[in-house]
């Protein structure tokens, strides 16, 4: 089944999406291009203003999109001072080699990234502030947009199983296994006791933004919500706190520790925060081993797959039953 990670992306030039600009919303300036992992993403600096001309993936849904402006709008509702990336007019459509495009301008979030600065304790402090912060603003959000099948849910176990033949090497294969074992021998007895709720399901160093004072003023790509885990949302953060940190069990804690000082997560799911972590981390490589296939030229696909599995392979020898006590007892 197609879907926005099997789909190229889009492919406007810079000369096309200047004229969908002014066309679609009497909008001029420089255009500059982003990354984007399955979308199309253009810098816009016309003097006044900045913004972002987001082109998304032809086989994304509108109801997702839909998904995206709503929560932005309910977050900027509750603390405008998040800075949240705001749709700015109306959705349009653009239609280019017999497929159309959803495209819409967004309010463009000036800053620096974190993950420009150095991992250190308060990066991680204010990560977990910040991500507590982003789900007390999300109560009672609700959207059917975000009940989908989504292969970047970690509650979504058969898709992660689907996966594993992607891998060719039968130890590396082991690995995932084990921590899907992991999973369902400790956590799937209780995942009844787990809230859950819409999540942003990608608040991580590479989309929380800084002012010059290092603090958080903002995040980005709302691309990856879903009707998950809530505890799920500091397990993403302390999956990408994981591949940089030196000392990893004493970063994630903190983390988790400073989210849970702002969003109270009960017991049990304090006890599934790094079991779900684990499984982001699974997600990572296997993402990385079936997308590097479809997309060979795409070098990014696997820029933080070597670093996964080094984690992987160092948590695959620890007793995660005692990491899960210790960052039980950090968190308060």
Request: hydrophobic letters at 40%; glycine letters at 4%.
């Amino acid at each position: 089944m197609k879907s926005v990670f099997s789909t190229n992306p889009p492919s406007f030039t810079k000369g096309e999406a200047s004229i969908i600009l002014k066309k679609k919303f009497n909008v001029e300036g420089d255009l500059t291009e982003l990354y984007s992992d399955r979308d199309q993403n253009f810098f816009v600096d016309n003097i006044d203003n900045k913004f972002i001309l987001k082109i998304s993936n032809a086989s994304e849904d509108f109801e997702v999109i839909d998904l995206q402006d709503k929560a932005a709008n309910h977050i900027n509702g509750k603390d405008p001072k998040m800075n949240i990336p705001l749709r700015i007019g109306s959705i349009h459509q653009e239609e280019k080699a017999n497929k159309l495009f959803y495209v819409r301008l967004l309010k463009y979030v000036d800053g620096i990234l974190m993950s420009t600065k150095d991992l250190d304790d308060k990066t991680c402090t204010k990560m977990g502030l910040y991500l507590g912060r982003l789900s007390n603003n999300l109560k009672g959000f609700d959207h059917p947009g975000a009940q989908r099948v989504f292969d970047w849910d970690v509650k979504q176990i058969n898709l992660i199983e689907n996966k594993v033949n992607h891998i060719k090497s039968t130890h590396d294969k082991n690995t995932i296994y084990h921590f899907i074992d992991q999973f369902e021998n400790h956590i799937k007895p209780i995942s009844h006791k787990l809230n859950q709720r819409i999540i942003h399901n990608d608040g991580n160093d590479h989309n929380i933004i800084l002012d010059m004072e290092s603090n958080p003023v903002g995040i980005i790509d709302f691309g990856d919500m879903v009707y998950s885990y809530q505890s799920a949302e500091p397990a993403v953060c302390m999956a990408y706190v994981a591949l940089r940190a030196n000392d990893i069990l004493s970063s994630i804690s903190l983390v988790l520790r400073h989210y849970n000082s702002v969003y109270k997560l009960n017991n049990f799911e304090l006890q599934a925060v790094v079991y779900l972590m684990c499984l982001r981390l699974c997600i990572t490589v296997l993402m990385a081993s079936w997308r590097k296939k479809l997309f060979p030229d795409n070098k990014y696909l696997s820029i933080s797959e070597a670093s996964a599995w080094k984690i992987l392979r160092m948590l695959e020898k620890q007793k995660l039953p005692d990491w899960s006590e210790q960052l039980q007892e950090d968190a308060y």
